[in-house]
């Protein structure tokens, strides 16, 4: 007796080619890339999140951050919103942690927990450090952004590419 066995795999889309390998292989359209458009004197975005003193400081400075760097977009309101929330919210965790009492919970039973402030900083310092590097908040960012905005030279790999 012999079995047919049939794979019930569906690929649910296509493997997509990078911009750099379309130009390689000269199956580029350019037609087809929307670049953003930098607006200049762009107002600066208001938070969406009814923010604190401190928040609004952590949200001001972060604005100002990306606006000296030429990068601030209306949109990145809704971001900057929820990092500099998040940054309070660690920084109120971080606050209340005073000891290893406040770290791991003891109950009547015995038994222990980590405790539910300490889980929420840990959940929030995550947040953050996912969040940092889309903002150019470490140094090895801000680095990759002053290169970019300093990257003037012409480079002889794309001059070959565009003849």
Request: neutral net charge; contains cysteine.
């Amino acid at each position: 007796m012999s079995y047919i066995v049939r794979s019930n795999y569906l690929k649910m889309s296509a493997t997509r080619k990078t911009i750099a390998l379309k130009a390689l292989q000269g199956t580029d359209r350019p037609s087809r890339r929307v670049l953003p458009v930098k607006q200049l004197g762009l107002n600066r975005p208001d938070p969406v999140f009814d923010l604190s003193a401190a928040e609004r400081k952590l949200y001001d400075d972060l604005v100002e951050h990306l606006d000296h760097y030429g990068l601030l977009h209306k949109v990145d309101a809704v971001g900057l919103s929820l990092l500099a929330k998040n940054i309070a919210i660690m920084k109120w965790c971080a606050d209340s942690l005073k000891g290893p009492g406040d770290v791991v919970q003891v109950f009547d039973n015995g038994t222990s927990n980590v405790s539910g402030m300490y889980t929420a900083y840990t959940k929030a310092q995550a947040a953050f450090q996912s969040l940092m590097s889309k903002w150019g908040l470490s140094p090895v960012d801000r680095e990759k952004i002053a290169g970019m905005l300093l990257d003037n030279e012409e480079d002889e790999y794309e001059n070959f590419k565009d003849a």
